[in-house]
T-cell receptor, first 112, second 110 residues
Framework: KAGVTQTPRYLIKTRGQQVTLSCSPISGHRSVSWYQQTPGQGLQFLFEYFSETQRNKGNFPGRFSGRQFSNSRSEMNVSTLELGDSALYLC???????????FGDGTRLSIL | GESVGLHLPTLSVQEGDNSIINCAYSNSASDYFIWYKQESGKGPQFIIDIRSNMDKRQGQRVTVLLNKTVKHLSLQIAATQPGDSAVYFCASTGDYKLSFGAGTTVTVRA
């Protein structure tokens, strides 16, 4: 079974631009979550989707948004990029409920 | 809100010895806990999980212990190998999200 796939792996943007990151979950998984990982803040929850519905959202500004498609693939978008948005963005999928989330290898976003 | 923390940011262990990584959580309503391993350049990798109706669970060379009374869990790695060098995170679930601790960097000495 293929794992969680995130594209692109690396991305360089400049302040003020916007970016879209993509995540393909493990086949059959309907829950997709996004996390931001930085050296200073660690792993922080962004949002979770299940069957195209956002069920929870973390404490991030409205510049961070996401969506999930009918095939469970998910995208997250960050608008008006700031230097502090430089981070590793991780996507995780699970079958839902109290089942383990499985992570992709992330998208490394660098803001210049 | 929920906070999950690890007691030590780094752990150095001799190859072949056992490793113990500790974690404390704050939300007594948390009912599911997971340990992850993260190697450089990769995403967190699932190691083992435990539900709140258990106090111990064993996997291959790993054991997780859960003490709900003091809200503490630990990960024990038997016969630590060089490939075990990584950052280890504990996580607890609630409201459809994982709350992670800060991570413990394990370094295995040859």
């Amino acid at each position: 079974k293929a794992g969680v796939t995130q594209t692109p792996r690396y991305l360089i943007k400049t302040r003020g631009q916007q970016v879209t990151l993509s995540c393909s979950p493990i086949s059959g998984h309907r829950s997709v979550s996004w996390y931001q990982q930085t050296p200073g803040q660690g792993l922080q929850f962004l949002f979770e989707y299940f069957s195209e519905t956002q069920r929870n959202k973390g404490n991030f500004p409205g510049r961070f948004s996401g969506r999930q498609f009918s095939n469970s693939r998910s995208e997250m978008n960050v608008s008006t990029l700031e230097l502090g948005d430089s981070a590793l963005y991780l996507c995780a999928s699970s079958s839902g409920g109290n089942q383990p989330q499985h992570f992709g290898d992330g998208t490394r976003l660098s803001i210049l | 809100g929920e906070s999950v923390g690890l007691h030590l940011p780094t752990l150095s262990v001799q190859e072949g010895d056992n490793s113990i990584i500790n974690c404390a959580y704050s939300n007594s309503a948390s009912d599911y806990f997971i340990w992850y391993k993260q190697e450089s350049g990769k995403g967190p990798q699932f190691i083992i999980d435990i539900r709140s109706n258990m106090d111990k669970r064993q996997g291959q060379r790993v054991t997780v212990l859960l003490n709900k009374t003091v809200k503490h869990l630990s990960l024990q790695i038997a016969a630590t190998q060089p490939g075990d060098s990584a950052v280890y995170f504990c996580a607890s679930t609630g409201d459809y999200k994982l709350s992670f601790g800060a991570g413990t960097t394990v370094t295995v000495r040859a």
